[in-house]
């Protein structure tokens, strides 16, 4: 098989599709992979790396997205839009529920676009989405902690306190793989954290990590609405497969945090859960919306790329290895895998991308 590697183009972003180790295992199996030159820099992966590892270093986007299966980070943006035509498939994050503009280019192409984020175990897990959420997760709190100082805009809380004055309150919406491993970090820092969720036996199992060191709640609107004020950390960490984020707290509700808290909306590459959030990037992470700094970006781990790309990696690459030796037909006899196919023959597959756009024309 053909596999192409575009350097990733979106802001800030430096994590890389593959990586040399990556690379190597390919090349042993005998298939070819060209490498946009340099797109392995920010992950701290050289050229030379990845010749060493038996790629090609091609000059241009167009080359890396000229082969028969291409592998990146993110999904594309609209200056990539023009190499969506000749048949072929994607395997990157496409997160279609929050992009329509990327759901119509794709449906207007001749790809098989297959998303990370859509892969599922048959026991429900997202086995693609869970290493950058992880990262994504323990994240949420090292920014959300640097947002409460004073000279970044917050209210100049020191999570963790100190014996004598309170600690922070970290609040979480979600208890998935995001929200527990803030609260890992947010209970390390020694701040005082409450999970919501609506998975009962989600909380169960986090009552046995936890113990009583987390306050475990029942996510509705009237338990969220007593807790929200009370934050000096918002985190949304929810997920419902495929579909846009549920907004689970409104603009008045953020209008009564304290001043300088604030929010960290994980579930923002999902539409995001808190009314008042749009989208940031890490050029410009934050904003005040209601008195209160939120921060938006869609590629959390993109901050951390040595980790990420490595992290991302030890997870696809069963997957690349399938469909690079099996084509299409790896989606006939992994089920796993044909989850992850959002967009095929033009037309849009996944059930639940296909719910948030009823009205595609
Ligand atoms: N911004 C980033 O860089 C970044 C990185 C990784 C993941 N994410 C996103 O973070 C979000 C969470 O990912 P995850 O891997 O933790 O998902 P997950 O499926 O492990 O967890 C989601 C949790 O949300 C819960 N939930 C659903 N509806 C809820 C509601 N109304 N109230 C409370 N809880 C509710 C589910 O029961 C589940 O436990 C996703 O949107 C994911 O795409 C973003």
Known sequence: MKIGVPREIKDQEFRIGLSPN??????????QVSIETQAGVGSGFTDEDYQQAGAKIVTSAAEAWQQEL???????????????????????YLHLAADKDLTKALISSNITAIAYETVELPDGRLPLLTPMSIIAGRLSVQFGARYLEKQQGGRGVLLGGIPGVS?????????????????????GMGAKVQIFDINVDRLAYLETLFGSRVELLYSNASSIEKAVPQGDLLIGAVLVTGKRAPTLVSRELVSKMHPGSVIVDVAVDQGGCIETLR???????????????????????GAVPWTATQA????????????????????EKDASLAKGVNVKDGVLVHPAVQEAFNDLT
């Not at 291409?70 to 072929?88: A, C, F, G, R, S």
């Not at 991302?312 to 989606?331: F, I, M, R």
Request: aromatic letters at 6%.
């Open 312 to 331: 991302l990696n030890n997870s696809t690459l069963p997957y690349v290895l399938k469909l690079a030796n099996q084509g299409l037909e790896a989606l």
């Open 22 to 31: 990556s690379v190597r295992v390919l090349s042993d199996q005998g298939h």
């Open 70 to 92: 291409v592998i990146k980070v993110k999904e594309p943006l609209k200056e990539e839009y023009k190499y969506l035509n000749d048949p072929k498939m994607l395997f990157t």
């Open 279 to 301: 989208t940031t990037s890490h050029s410009s992470p934050t904003y005040v919306a209601e008195g209160v700094v939120h921060f938006g970006v869609p590629n959390m781990p």
């Open 167 to 187: 600690a922070g309150r970290v609040v979480i919406l979600g208890g998935g793989i995001v929200g527990t491993e803030a609260a890992k970090i947010a209970v």
